[in-house]
């Protein structure tokens, strides 16, 4: 009798994530047995280029030395400890380093485990701030089409990604939505500049009849990721920004997916920083900032938020905590992944690898006859395809790993994260992987 694969093993006792399981009867999952760099290894051996940084955590490659070694180190002094009445080096040295990060604008970091729990925290600071300033009634929020912020109940109601969203929205108590931004719906002769325009003064209108009951605006700042990397004008933020305070409303910024370098700045949101008061109120950020190693997120708030909950009375105090909050070893992690950006420069580097991703892409698929839309937002690039079968997405994702790359489209749009450590020949391999993969998909 042979023993069970790994792969028999996982199907039986396994439920993966966002997977309707019975699909893999006929398409099989991958048992991945080291990472190496920008590469995955599977247990034939088979080396993967991870294209989208293992679901855009990952930003300096897999098993990267530097910050292993933080973490051996750490591993070898404190585990962990609750955060509760206690306090440690690494949770004060990311606090002081993030909110240096913001020039001290948002210096007050509160921390969790996941994306979702981020946008939970927003949500719940931004209503009690309300309730702390005598106006409860300002319990509500609005965010933009086809934004996504998570899956928990709470966020699912800031979501607008219907596939994540339909089945539980009797559990919801659902946001309003104002249109996105998307700079794809210029009109002919408009510029992403005047769609940015319109989108605020839509937001304008809700906001002029709503803004009494309302909290907060959630935004992923100029990259909605989960529905398709929807890329839109940093002209909208600074409109968001300017009615967001006319109304008294607050401002989260969702950088879960767009933080930590992303789209070329370190936080997305400084494309439309001009000065301290034009920051978010919050800013959410995970997936990248513990370099994709430990399940780490935050959110960054204003000293004007913190004074509300700052009093005698414990019930102002904001009474929300998850056991491993400020996580030691997740803490050390982020502070690893926050010296490789200082030492080696890496928006500098990036520069030039966003140019790099450009030119390839241009070359390939400037004049495909089934590529639209060909957009880039730093280290992100993405396209949409035309006339794609509704399988598009698992026949491309299939015929990306022959080729030796994993690339995950989202519906019919095909997009590129790589780690920071990509070489140009690197990008070359995921862009040729790439093109294979759309020739066999399109078949
Ligand atoms: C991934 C993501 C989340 C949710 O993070 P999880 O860790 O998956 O809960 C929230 N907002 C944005 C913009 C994301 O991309």
Redesign the pocket.
């Known amino acids: 009798m042979t023993s069970p694969t790994l792969l028999d093993r996982s199907l039986a006792a396994v439920w993966h994530p966002c997977t309707q399981m019975k699909q893999h009867e006929h398409l099989p999952l991958l048992p991945i047995v080291r990472g190496e760099g920008p590469w995955l290894i599977d247990e034939r051996g088979r080396r993967l280029l991870d294209g989208i940084s293992s679901w ?1 955590t990952n930003l300096f490659g897999h098993c990267n030395p530097r910050i292993n070694a933080a973490l051996r180190e750490q591993l070898e002094t404190l585990d962990h400890a609750m955060l509760a009445g206690f306090t440690h080096e690494p949770v004060v040295a990311l606090s002081e380093r993030l909110s240096a990060l913001t020039g001290q604008r948002l210096g007050h970091a509160f921390y969790a485990s ?6 939970e925290i927003a949500l719940k600071m931004s209503a009690h701030y309300w309730r702390n300033r005598g106006k409860p009634e300002k319990n509500r929020y609005v965010s933009l089409a086809g934004g ?4 928990t109940v709470g ?1 699912l109601a800031v979501t607008d990604v219907a596939i994540f969203r339909d089945a539980y929205a009797p559990l919801l108590r659902q946001a309003a939505t104002v249109p996105s931004p998307d700079a794809r719906l210029t009109a002919p002769g408009e510029s992403a500049v005047e769609v940015a325009v319109r989108a605020a003064a839509s937001l304008e209108e809700w906001l002029d009849r709503h803004h009494r009951h309302t909290a907060a605006l959630i935004v ?1 700042p100029l990259v909605q ?2 529905s398709g990397m929807v890329m839109y004008d940093p002209e909208y933020l600074r409109l968001a920004r300017r009615l967001c305070t006319r109304f008294e409303v607050h401002l989260i910024a ?1 950088e ?3 933080g930590c370098g992303r789209t070329g700045t370190f936080f997305a949101s400084e494309q439309a920083i001009a000065a301290a008061q034009d920051w978010p109120d919050f800013i ?1 950020l ?2 990248g900032i513990s370099g994709g190693y430990l399940p780490l ?1 935050l959110v960054l708030s204003t000293d004007e938020v913190y004074a509300a909950f700052y009093h005698d009375d414990t019930r102002r105090a904001f009474l929300h905590s998850h056991s491993y909050t400020g996580n030691p070893l997740a803490c050390r992690a982020a502070l690893a992944t926050l010296d490789i950006f200082a030492e080696d420069d890496v928006l500098s580097a990036n520069r030039i690898r966003s140019r790099l991703l450009a030119k390839g892409a241009t070359a390939r698929w400037g004049d495909h006859p089934s590529v639209r839309n060909l957009r880039q937002q730093g280290m992100i690039l993405a396209f949409d395809v035309e006339g794609a079968a509704p399988d598009f997405a698992q026949r491309f994702f299939a015929a990306a790993l022959d080729a030796g790359v994993l690339l995950r489209p989202i519906g019919n749009t095909v997009y590129f994260m790589p780690p920071y450590v990509v070489e140009a020949a690197q990008i070359d391999h995921m862009l040729d992987g790439a093109d294979a993969a759309l020739a066999a998909a399109l078949d």
Do not use: L, Q
């Open positions: 855009w996941d994306g979702a729990s981020a946008t996504y912020h998570g899956e966020a992923e990721g989960a969702d879960i997916a767009v959410c995970s997936k997120s």
